[in-house]
């Protein structure tokens, strides 16, 4: 099994805005899928750069929006299917 940090590129605020948009989601909803607080995926997102915050962190919103169809790619984000 691969480490968090080992499982795949860091992703960027970008990304979790585009993907988040890609499905749909308001911040609520991104919270309520992943676990994560609704205030911490406000101050996620308020940065720019790399997504900062816990490595778990991170893990759960990308798992979440993964299993509801999100690729990560290279500099982007992309639908399955």
Do not use: C, H, Y
Request: positive net charge; hydrophobic residues 40%.
């Amino acid at each position: 099994m691969l480490s968090i940090q080992n499982r795949s590129p860091k992703l960027s605020v970008r990304q979790l805005k585009a993907a988040r948009a890609l499905v749909g989601w308001s911040q609520a909803e991104l919270a309520r899928k992943s676990g994560i607080s609704e205030p911490t995926i406000r101050r996620l997102e308020s940065q720019e750069g790399e997504l900062g915050g816990l490595p778990s962190t991170i893990e759960a919103i990308r798992r979440a929006l993964e299993d509801n169809g999100v690729r990560f790619i290279a500099r982007g984000v992309e639908l399955k299917g």
